[in-house]
């Protein structure tokens, strides 16, 4: 029943923070998650209402489905190509990182050298999905995104491993390097061989389902849910790397949707729409867990010197990475000045940053090394995610604004209904056909107000319903209005590059909206 609540309340908060993000276009989604956990820490009644965090739950529930949603962004073959820079990032660099900015926090923060290494192990994993919170908007360099991308799916297992060799030093008092790489191995290339194989098995079992009479879109959807879910229990049980086995398992899904748009496009469709909503659900979540998470460690601690020293070592962290990332991408990837700036800036900290901090315990480190840690770790993630907000908005060159997008949009969509409404008043129709027909086609323009919208709904629930006759010469009309639409935007989306996103967008709609004019006909 606790967590059930707790589910619930972020769930709203999650929704609630998104909608605000909606109306504050400007503002990252993120932010306004983080101060809304933050007002639910403040406010007893709402804090109470979330249990105490397991680390545990937070992986397999939230990061591991996001990963795994991540990974079908990415093809196969990308990774393959890009092998090797692949393992420069997320072993040669993660090391390289762990070592000046554990060294750095022991000499400059006076932490002892075990304890610095924990943060430094953390604080290795990026966030593709904050950083596009962060770049939205504005043109990033391709081959820097290429490479954030390919990071950021496979890094994670890098911290997770070092955070355990470096909890084992804080708890023995030496480095045990052979367990270390020899956990490495196996964790990861573990890790992968297990999700090859299941995911496979998954796959060619959903293949075979969609060729059979036995198909249901709705058993395909829940195993595509559980996917992630099962792997990585699986995966952890066997103790190889769960990150590792959702993210190649995702590589693989991507593959099978490419081949499969048109055997079974509805799937391939709401798969999509599923990763959009529980990637945006699942990431507001994981900042309103963080604003929650450092009122609860900083409550009464805000003027003592705890509060000092957790910022200074998350300014340390913060640093030390920017200049690793920095001289990497200068001299290893050979990016000019500008891309390496980028690059450096673009390692943005969330979701596993956070739950790699929250799997340690209290009584392992002691309350106040425990709070050192989460607390630096939360000033890291908002340094990664508020620096390069603020430079990236003078080094990148910058795509559309929404607020212009949807000004030029706006006058698209009514000449495009406007062409549709001109087709339907030259068809013969009933009178009663035409009306319904004109008032949906004024919805999709966006004009009509709510109080008509209700007054139309309430004068329509004592209608009869329309004949076949009239049924059939509806649908008639409103593909003859749609077919006009679409040829417009093929038209218009010539015309105008710069508004191509959104009027594929708009297209998009219009198939949609013709999906379901078709749909009672295969009731």
């Known amino acids: 029943m606790e967590l059930m609540i707790s589910t619930f309340t972020l769930a709203i908060a999650a929704a609630i923070s998104i909608i605000i993000?909606?109306?504050?276009?400007?503002?990252?989604?993120?932010?306004?998650?983080?101060?809304?956990?933050?007002?639910?820490?403040?406010?007893?009644f709402l804090n109470q209402q979330i249990a105490s965090f397991d680390s545990e739950i937070f992986m397999e529930l939230i990061v591991a489905p996001l990963l795994f949603f991540e990974g079908q962004k990415t093809r196969i073959h990308n990774v393959g190509r890009r092998i090797k820079e692949i393992i420069g990032l997320t072993i040669i660099m993660v090391l390289l990182a762990l070592i000046v900015s554990g060294f750095s926090i022991h000499l400059l923060a006076d932490v002892s050298l075990p304890l610095a290494f924990i943060i430094g192990s953390i604080s290795t994993p990026t966030d593709a999905t904050a950083s596009e919170a962060v770049t939205n908007g504005l043109r990033m360099p391709r081959r820097v995104t290429s490479a954030l991308k390919a990071e950021s799916l496979f890094n994670d297992a890098s911290g997770i491993i070092l955070l355990n060799m470096s909890l084992l030093w804080f708890a023995n008092g030496?480095?045990?390097?052979?367990?270390?790489?020899?956990?490495?191995?196996?964790?990861?290339?573990?890790?992968?061989?297990?999700?090859?194989?299941?995911?496979?098995?998954?796959?060619?079992?959903?293949?075979?389902?969609?060729?059979?009479?036995?198909?249901?879109?709705?058993?395909?959807?829940?195993?595509?849910?559980?996917?992630?879910?099962?792997?990585?229990?699986?995966?952890?049980?066997?103790?190889?790397?769960?990150?590792?086995?959702?993210?190649?398992?995702?590589?693989?899904?991507?593959?099978?949707?490419?081949?499969?748009?048109?055997?079974?496009?509805r799937q391939v469709h709401m798969s999509q729409d599923l990763q959009n909503l529980i990637s945006d659900i699942f990431n507001s979540m994981v900042f309103i867990i963080l604003g929650l998470m450092m009122v609860r460690i900083s409550r009464n601690k805000l003027f003592n010197g705890d509060l000092a020293k957790w910022i200074i070592v998350g300014i340390i962290v913060y640093l030390a990475n920017l200049l690793v990332r920095y001289l990497y991408g200068r001299l290893i990837i050979r990016y000019d000045r500008r891309e390496s700036i980028v690059f450096s800036l673009g390692g943005i900290h969330g979701a596993v940053t956070l739950a790699l901090a929250l799997t340690i315990s209290v009584d392992f480190l002691g309350s106040q090394s425990y709070n050192l840690v989460i607390?630096?770790?939360?000033?890291?993630?908002?340094?990664?995610?508020?620096?390069?907000?603020?430079?990236?908005?003078?080094?990148?060159?910058?795509?559309?604004?929404?607020?212009?997008?949807?000004?030029?949009?706006?006058?698209?969509?009514?000449?495009?209904?406007?062409?549709?409404l001109v087709a339907v008043h030259k068809m013969y129709l009933p009178q009663r056909v035409?009306?319904?027909?004109?008032?949906?086609?004024?919805?999709?323009?966006?004009?009509?107000?709510?109080?008509?919208?209700?007054?139309v709904l309430l004068k329509t629930i004592d209608q009869p319903n329309l004949s076949k006759s009239e049924q059939y010469l509806q649908r008639l009309a409103f593909f003859r209005a749609f077919a006009i639409e679409r040829e417009y935007l093929e038209m218009i989306g010539q015309k105008e590059g710069k508004y191509r996103t959104y009027i594929l967008n708009l297209y998009n709609d219009v198939l949609l909206a013709e999906s379901l004019i078709i749909e009672p006909e295969d009731e």
């Open 375 to 420: 607390m630096s770790e939360a000033v890291l993630i908002i340094l990664s995610m508020l620096v390069p907000t603020i430079v990236f908005q003078f080094i990148l060159p910058h795509n559309v604004s929404d607020e212009e997008a949807h000004i030029v949009m706006d006058k698209i969509r009514s000449e495009m209904v406007k062409r549709a």
């Open 174 to 265: 030496y480095i045990n390097y052979g367990q270390t790489i020899q956990d490495f191995c196996i964790s990861s290339i573990g890790g992968a061989i297990l999700s090859f194989a299941v995911a496979w098995v998954i796959i060619i079992f959903r293949q075979t389902l969609v060729r059979s009479r036995f198909n249901s879109l709705n058993a395909q959807n829940l195993i595509y849910i559980l996917t992630p879910l099962a792997l990585y229990a699986l995966a952890e049980h066997l103790h190889v790397s769960g990150i590792i086995a959702v993210v190649v398992a995702g590589l693989l899904h991507n593959a099978e949707s490419q081949q499969s748009l048109l055997l079974n496009s």
């Open 434 to 455: 035409k009306r319904h027909v004109i008032y949906t086609l004024l919805n999709q323009k966006r004009v009509v107000k709510t109080r008509e919208y209700i007054r």
């Open 21 to 44: 993000a909606q109306a504050i276009d400007k503002v990252s989604v993120n932010y306004i998650s983080m101060i809304i956990g933050i007002i639910i820490g403040l406010i007893p």
